[in-house]
């Protein structure tokens, strides 16, 4: 079965440092991978998303992600962070041949900025 | 830019009473989709909804549940007799195309408090 993992419940940086969310997928063949955000008290915002036609993806807000098939790895990353990107990630996977096209969620990164 | 609305944005109900819960989705789309969030949990996979029945359904989605589109326009989402563990974010999502690739768009969710 299709999934995605998560590593770091909560991670924290300060304002202007790197920001890196690891995902790694598990999947068969190479699947769809999406980034979504979400803002307290709101609903999930698509940041970006990996359908095969190029391995780094550029989202919005300045995040990126690279999806790297030998490593099984789509991490997402922003080289500044902003106390404005405060938020809740998660990693998605759908796999390409999947019927009814759901997606699958990671059980979510908590970004903190620190001052 | 579209987006998927639903209502009330909050909704407290006592155990055992049915609650329905209301998503109007892009309008042009065809795919339609339930996902919950418990507190601090990940975001799981309720079931997907094309041309009129329904597509998938998690192991979630049991008889206690039922999805129905009565307008053309609104989605819903009912829960016939409701848990204390059915205390959730309830978030409802809609795509324009068939298509592993082409991101769900959610809407902003609906925090159902079971007493």
């Known amino acids: 079965a299709q999934s995605v993992t998560q590593l770091g419940s909560h991670v924290s940086v300060s304002e202007g440092a790197l920001v890196l969310l690891r995902c790694n997928y598990s999947?068969?063949?190479?699947?769809?991978l999406f980034w979504y955000v979400q803002y307290p008290n709101q609903g999930l915002q698509l940041l970006l998303k990996?359908?095969?036609?190029?391995?780094l993806v550029k989202g919005i807000n300045g995040f990126e992600a690279e999806f790297k098939k030998s490593e099984t790895s789509f991490h997402l990353t922003k080289p500044s962070a902003h106390m404005s990107d405060a938020a809740e990630y998660f990693c998605?996977?759908?796999?390409?041949?999947?019927?009814?096209?759901?997606?699958?969620f990671g059980k979510g990164t908590r970004l903190h900025i620190l001052p | 830019e579209p987006e998927v609305t639903q209502t009330p944005s909050h909704q407290v109900t006592q155990m055992g009473q049915e609650v329905i819960l209301r998503c109007v989705p892009i309008?042009?789309?065809?795919?339609f989709y339930w996902y919950r969030q418990i507190l601090g949990q990940k975001v799981e996979f309720l079931v997907s909804?094309?041309?009129?029945?329904?597509?998938?359904k998690s192991e979630i989605f049991d008889d206690q549940f039922s999805v129905e589109r009565p307008d053309g326009s609104n989605f819903t989402l009912k829960i016939r007799s409701t848990k204390l563990e059915d205390s959730a974010m309830y978030f409802c999502?809609?795509?324009?195309?068939?298509?592993?690739?082409?991101?769900?768009?959610f809407g902003n969710g609906t925090r159902l408090t079971v007493t």
């Open positions: 999502a809609s795509k324009g195309r068939q298509g592993a690739g082409s991101p769900l768009h």
């Open positions: 999947s068969s063949v190479p699947p769809y």
């Open positions: 909804f094309y041309n009129n029945e329904i597509s998938e």
């Open positions: 309008s042009n789309h065809l795919y």
């Open positions: 998605a996977v759908s796999p390409p041949m999947n019927r009814d096209d759901k997606i699958i």
């Open positions: 990996y359908t095969s036609a190029a391995t």
